[in-house]
Nanobody
Framework: QVQLVESGGGLVQAGGSLRLSCAASGSIFSINAMGWYRQAPGKQRELVAA???????NYRDSVKGRFTISRDNAKNTLYLQMNSLKPEDTAVYYC????????WGQGTQVTVSS
């Protein structure tokens, strides 16, 4: 069974930073592009950033220049460094393959206060 375990969320003031981590099953991490997704209340889940096995990255426009996705293939771990956070970044953040598999982890809550 695929396992995705996100951590690192929390409450931060606008302008602050957080670093999210995702521990993924080696069976999927080693062969797939991975992504960070988020879902705000009342909104659909959206892709925030993605990274290929070879570390080519892609970001949605609203986070470009503020967020950095990275991966440690030896540790099967995905990261998301989030700087200059804004209240509109408030959401539950998830990791998954890109494109996503049906199974999702529990996510980690990020709350940015104004």
């Amino acid at each position: 069974q695929v396992q995705l375990v996100e951590s690192g969320g929390g409450l931060v003031q606008a302008g602050g930073s957080l670093r999210l981590s995702c521990a993924a099953s080696g069976s999927i991490f080693s062969i797939n592009a991975m992504g960070w997704y988020r879902q705000a209340p009342g909104k659909q889940r959206e892709l925030v950033a993605a990274i290929t096995r070879g570390s080519i990255t892609n970001y949605r426009d609203s986070v470009k220049g503020r967020f950095t996705i990275s991966r440690d293939n030896a540790k099967n771990t995905l990261y998301l460094q989030m700087n200059s956070l804004k209240p509109e970044d408030t959401a539950v953040y998830y990791c998954n393959t890109a494109p996503p598999r049906p199974d999702w982890g529990q996510g980690t809550q990020v709350t940015v206060s104004s």
